[in-house]
């Protein structure tokens, strides 16, 4: 067992030198680097291109399309809120009804389409239909009002060793 | 008149109760017994048509409601004849609170509320109560303990006992976790399902009785 031991040793230690040794003054002989290093210059294509990054005119910006109804001109309200005046409720609608637009401007364009009549009996009809939706909307809102308040209205007054006690608030 | 299986907690119940219930009382009362399952996953219902196939007679039928409707009790005069009538109308509502809910939570003669002591049965049974107080129910509420186990010690049982008495009634005798329970169906209750929940329902029918001077 002791000679088996010793030879295993043996050869570790015999192999560990000729690593050593390899490291030591083999191996650099051997390593021969190819630099393959090119150079690229991007100052040909950065002068070609000079004169168009430079020159950038008001003429060069992007013109959109936009809808008839969208408003270039930017309702100020400073106009009025210099004076101490009751605002203007033309100036107000406009200003309610333009951001209206940008809130919903695809049922707005569908609504543009249909003819003045048939809007009307339309709007008729889902009256209606709209004051039914809104006092189940209403009743639904304070359902979960009460709900939220019957929630936060439960309060924790003991914890042992995590059974809790709580008691109601209201 | 109106009894109401509710809770604002899933898990605790309900329904097993519910179906206890409605066979205890369907074998002790001469009175007609209708069941109304309005909770969205028709538990009941689902397990009343299940049991078609058994071989054991009806006891009542089972109808859901609130399936379509958004407020199935709109015109409130089928929710009141259901109150003044002298049937037992029976209803297991979801373990989630909705607006659809409303008109029953208020017009019940009775609500059992099952409950456990762990945090979050607790905490929510006494959201519920906020919400039936914020719905100026006219309902008794009755809380019985389900789930309970005897051989356990629950530490919050003191205290929380106090808070629900200032409610309503708890029952005394609590509902064991029993197994059996589990495998329990629409056409009849076992001897073992019966005496796991004989005295909590003989309990709550004597009040039941004693609060609307009847027999039921």
Known sequence: MIKISLCILAVYLIYYAGNILYDLFLKKER????EETEEFSLSEISEQYEAFA???????????????SFNKNPIRFDKIEGKNERPDLEYLRE????????????????????????????????VQLESASSIQKSNETKWHQMLNLAETSVQLIANNDGYKTYQSTM | MIITFATQKGGTGKTTLAIAFANYISALSERKLNVFDFDYQKSFYYKWKDDEL???PKLYEVEIIGDDDQQPFADFETLINLKDSDEINLFDLAGTLDAKYSDLLIYSDFIVIPFEYSDV??????????MLGLLESEAERVFIRSKYDKGYKYLNQEGMDVELKKFGLLLENPVFKKN???RIDTRKLTYEQKYGVRKSFDELI??????????L
């Open chain 1, 95 to 126: 200003k309610f009804e333009s951001e209206q637009d940008l809130d919903e401007p695809v049922e707005n364009k569908t609504e543009n389409t249909k003819d003045f009549p048939s809007k009307n009996e339309d709007i008729q009809s889902s």
């Open chain 2, 206 to 215: 004597e009040y039941i009785n004693r609060t609307l001077k009847i027999t």
């Open chain 1, 31 to 34: 390593e021969t680097y190819k």
């Open chain 2, 121 to 130: 049965s607790v905490k929510s049974t006494l959201v519920f109560i906020n």
């Open chain 1, 54 to 68: 430079l020159n950038i005119g008001i003429e060069d910006v992007e013109n959109l399309n936009t809808p008839k």
């Open chain 2, 180 to 182: 059996c329970l589990q």
């Open chain 2, 54 to 56: 058994s071989e054991s």
